[in-house]
Each structure stands twice: as C-alpha cells, then as structure tokens.
C-alpha cells in the first residue's frame, strides 16, 4: 500500500483562489484599514477573476504578491 501525503500533494496541485494563513491575515487587516466593502467592483481593480467578491479577490491579490515576492512575510 502506497502512503500519500496530502500536504505535499496540495501544495503542488494548489487551486487557484487557495489563500494562505499569512495572506489572509494581511487581507483582514487590509480590509479593516482600508474599509473594503461587499461587493463585486474590485476584482477588476485588482486584475483577479471578476468570480470573486471583494473579500475574496482582496485575499487572492494578496496571496499572488506573497507567491511573487516572499519577502513580504518573514
């Protein structure tokens, strides 16, 4: 019997929109400063799938700069 680990299998295959602890955090407080509201308008602004309401696409943006540039979370 073959053992699979899940973790090392999801984080290869991970679906677009999975969002990490670190990105969600820095989304939460981005949207508490910066008083996001609901809606469906910003996901154009940010250049992520217009699918997503503002909460979401705020968190993707956020997880696509931290896969570009780790350094933002040390």
Avoid: T
Wanted: aromatic share 10%; charged share 25%; hydrophobic share 45%.
């Amino acid at each position: 019997m073959k053992i699979i680990n899940y973790e090392e299998l999801f984080g290869e295959f991970k679906p677009d929109g999975a969002i990490s602890e670190d990105a969600n955090l820095i989304a939460n407080a981005l949207m508490r400063e910066l008083y996001i509201s609901s809606g469906h308008q910003l996901a154009r602004f940010l250049g992520v799938k217009s699918c997503f309401n503002n909460d979401m696409a705020m968190r993707v943006w956020v997880q696509k700069r931290l896969e570009v540039d780790l350094d933002y979370v040390d």
